[in-house]
């Protein structure tokens, strides 16, 4: 069964300074990825996909994330942390076998609560 | 603005009463989906449909219940059979990218409690 897991669940960084945020996945072969990211109390915003193709992905708000077969990971970064990224970042994968068929979901992380510190 | 718009945004029922979420769509979506959300747990998937008047049972349906009369409309019912409802619900949809890849886009959630 595919799963998929973010290992912090929180994390702290000071503005300016970079970010990266862990995503691993377990599934016997590529998935569909995604990154999206929720404020406090409200619903979730899209901020990249992979399908296929180039593995290096870039999204919304400065954010690009990398997807790395041999270490079934697909890693959020940003180059500059800004006050309003304090949020909580959630990865998801899709199933290629099932995606847009009978079974189309997608399994999600725990997430991980971004703080940004002044 | 085409959204996905959730009502109430807050919610509050006695234990052993019915209660049911609105979820409405203008962006033409085909698939809807409702998610439940826990502290530290992340998105679990309640019930999902495809299409009008077609709805799939996800990982933790029990107590929960779905229609899909009209394309834009997907309402929830949390039952009295759901034994710990109180959570944040998040009502999605999606349309294919190509070849079959749905995003999904979600609504402002419904923060439901039950005392």
């Known amino acids: 069964a595919q799963s998929v897991t973010q290992p912090d669940i929180h994390i702290t960084v000071s503005e300016g300074a970079s970010l990266e945020l862990r995503c691993n996945y377990s599934y016997g072969a590529t998935p569909y990825l995604f990154w999206y990211v929720q404020s406090p109390g409200q619903g979730l915003q899209l901020l990249l996909k992979y399908f296929s193709g180039d593995t290096l992905v870039q999204g919304i708000k400065g954010f690009e994330a990398e997807f790395k077969r041999s270490q079934s990971s697909f890693n959020l970064r940003k180059p500059s942390v800004h006050w309003s990224d304090a949020a909580e970042y959630f990865c998801a994968v899709g199933d290629p076998l099932n995606y847009g068929g009978a079974t189309n979901k997608l399994i999600f992380g725990t997430g991980t609560l971004l703080a940004v510190q002044p | 603005d085409g959204g996905i718009t959730q009502s109430p945004k807050y919610l509050f029922r006695k234990e052993g009463q019915n209660v049911t979420l609105s979820c409405e769509q203008n962006?033409?979506?085909?698939?809807m989906y409702w998610y439940r959300q826990d502290p530290g747990q992340g998105l679990r998937l309640i019930y999902y449909s495809q299409i009008v008047n077609d709805f799939q049972k996800g990982d933790i349906a029990e107590g929960y219940s779905v229609s899909r009369e009209k394309k834009e409309s997907f309402p929830l019912t949390v039952t009295s059979a759901q034994k710990n409802p109180t959570a944040f619900y998040l009502c999605a949809s999606s349309i294919p990218t190509g070849q079959g890849k749905h995003e999904q886009y979600f609504g402002p959630g419904t923060r439901l409690t039950v005392t």
């Open positions: 962006l033409n979506h085909d698939a």
